[in-house]
T-cell receptor, first 110, second 113 residues
Framework: DAKTTQPPSMDCAEGRAANLPCNHSTISGNEYVYWYRQIHSQGPQYIIHGLKNNETNEMASLIITEDRKSSTLILPHATLRDTAVYYCIVRSSNDYKLSFGAGTTVTVRA | EPEVTQTPSHQVTQMGQEVILRCVPISNHLYFYWYRQILGQKVEFLVSFYNNEISEKSEIFDDQFSVERPDGSNFTLKIRSTKLEDSAMYFC???????????FGAGTRLSVL
């Protein structure tokens, strides 16, 4: 019942922007797009979320297409510590659970 | 910055034994969750808890599992009779409201021998 599709892995260079794509073509009008990441086997860490407008915080930017069928998480200046599994999750405001998929394993290389 | 705290970080137990995993959610949060992650697999939702009741549970959360908020600060997950397949990382999370961001603890690694 995966609602999102992400590439299994990607590499990026330290200091460069990392652009992580996510497809969510069946997203409903009341569903938000959330991004979390998991470093090694640590607990998932919240990054950012949005409904339809682009969002930016101290960690990342989230670009959501106008039709809301896809989004991109942007890490503006990737560091080695950004190596992690990144999860794109679609969730409605009255959903209790977060449904994690396999995510994208991002490796930042020096 | 407030955080979710889980203890112990690693629990080793014998098959058939009861275990209790403990969590201290962020202090003003009202919604509490347990997730688990078997090694190499996805993070899976187990249960959500609000106002001293289970609000949602997954198929994984069978009669062997129970949750409790025994006092104003702790939130516990009990597994009555552990099986080998219960070996996993267990993550606690909390949120202020159901629609808000869930913040996760560092997890408890449960090893059932």
């Amino acid at each position: 019942d995966a609602k999102t599709t992400q590439p299994p892995s990607m590499d990026c260079a330290e200091g460069r922007a990392a652009n992580l794509p996510c497809n969510h073509s069946t997203i409903s009008g009341n569903e938000y797009v959330y991004w979390y990441r998991q470093i090694h086997s640590q607990g998932p860490q919240y990054i950012i979320h949005g409904l339809k407008n682009n969002e930016t915080n101290e960690m990342a930017s989230l670009i959501i297409t106008e039709d809301r069928k896809s989004s991109t998480l942007i890490l503006p200046h990737a560091t080695l510590r950004d190596t992690a599994v990144y999860y794109c999750i679609v969730r409605s405001s009255n959903d209790y659970k977060l449904s994690f998929g396999a995510g994208t394993t991002v490796t930042v290389r020096a | 910055e407030p955080e979710v705290t889980q203890t112990p970080s690693h629990q080793v137990t014998q098959m058939g034994q009861e275990v209790i995993l403990r969590c201290v959610p962020i202090s003003n949060h009202l919604y509490f969750y347990w997730y688990r992650q078997i090694l190499g697999q996805k993070v899976e939702f187990l249960v959500s808890f609000y106002n001293n009741e289970i609000s949602e549970k997954s198929e994984i959360f069978d009669d062997q599992f129970s949750v409790e908020r025994p006092d104003g600060s702790n939130f516990t997950l009990k597994i009555r009779s552990t099986k080998l397949e219960d070996s996993a990382m267990y993550f606690c999370a909390s949120s202020a409201e159901v629609e808000n961001i869930q913040y996760f603890g560092a997890g408890t690694r449960l090893s059932v021998l």
